[in-house]
């Protein structure tokens, strides 16, 4: 199980830190990472992490303002998100799988939390 939180409102140009927890199933060796599905649209990928921090990959309109991160001992993944624009609103979802990049469909989903950015 995905559990992840750390969703709210935040002002154009502000920061917030999500964070998926993993339960009930190991997750050695596998990426973790996250999508994205804004209102109307369909899910995006937004970042992934190799098992060893080795591999990360972000979408390119999050680059420079995104960073994911992960805590093994925790199993827990983290992305820390600046300079958010109203455009960055969608629910974001914590996702794992045995190897992930921008193009995959993970196999395993966790739900979602919002994230709502005012201009």
């Known amino acids: 199980q995905l559990q992840a939180y750390g969703g709210g409102l935040v002002q154009a140009g502000g920061s917030l830190r999500l964070s998926c927890a993993a339960s009930g199933r190991s997750i050695a060796g596998y990426y973790m990472g996250w999508f994205r599905q804004a209102p109307g649209k369909e899910r995006d990928f937004v970042a992934a992490?190799?098992?060893?921090?080795?591999?990360?990959y972000y979408a390119d309109i999050v680059k420079g303002r995104f960073t994911i991160s992960r805590d093994n001992a925790k199993s827990t993944a983290y992305l820390e998100m600046n300079g958010l624009k109203p455009e960055d609103t969608a629910v974001y979802y914590c996702?794992?799988?045995?190897?992930?990049?921008?193009?995959?469909?993970?196999?395993?989903w966790g739900q979602g939390t919002l994230v709502t950015v005012s201009s």
């Open positions: 992490i190799s098992w060893n921090s080795g591999t990360i």
């Open positions: 996702v794992t799988d045995a190897y992930m990049d921008s193009s995959t469909w993970p196999d395993y």
